[in-house]
């Protein structure tokens, strides 16, 4: 799948990372995005890695035929508790996903924080503490992921 090219960081994550089984974080490739343009349509008979796709880049291209897309763009920053809803409600989503034994991808441009906010909280609402989960995520996307304060302090902070 090919990799992220960070030049300003110390590590070059996978595009996408299995954070534990068949819950996956990553990120995008730029060819996949608009601003970018993608070489050729997706077609019916392409390969489906993923059932079940979190999409919360908004440049971000659609997944493929027969993947179901959840989609959702936000800051990679600070942001209103309105878009703290919607994320809520999109943890939900993907965690019936994945409880039903899909095979889930949660994706944002860099695959590090909004994608690891995500994650993290289908992973709070399975049942594994705020530490445990960040621990997780940092394992397979490296240090780096979960560096926004804001989305790290959400996750330590977060009550079912």
Partial sequence: MGSLIFEDLDFDPS??????????????????????????????????????????DSFTLPMGWLVKEMRFGFADGPNESEVYEEVELISNW????????????????AGLNRSGLVTGLVLLKSGKSADEVITLIRSARGKHALSNDEFREYLLNWKA
């Fill in 94 to 109: 993907a965690l019936h996903q994945w409880n039903a034994g899909q095979k889930v991808l949660i994706r944002c441009q």
């Fill in 15 to 56: 595009l996408h990372s299995e954070i534990v089984p068949l819950l996956w974080q990553g990120g995008t490739h730029d060819d996949d995005t608009i601003y970018r343009g993608q070489k050729r349509l997706p077609s019916f008979n392409d390969p489906k890695p993923f059932d079940a796709v979190v999409t919360l």
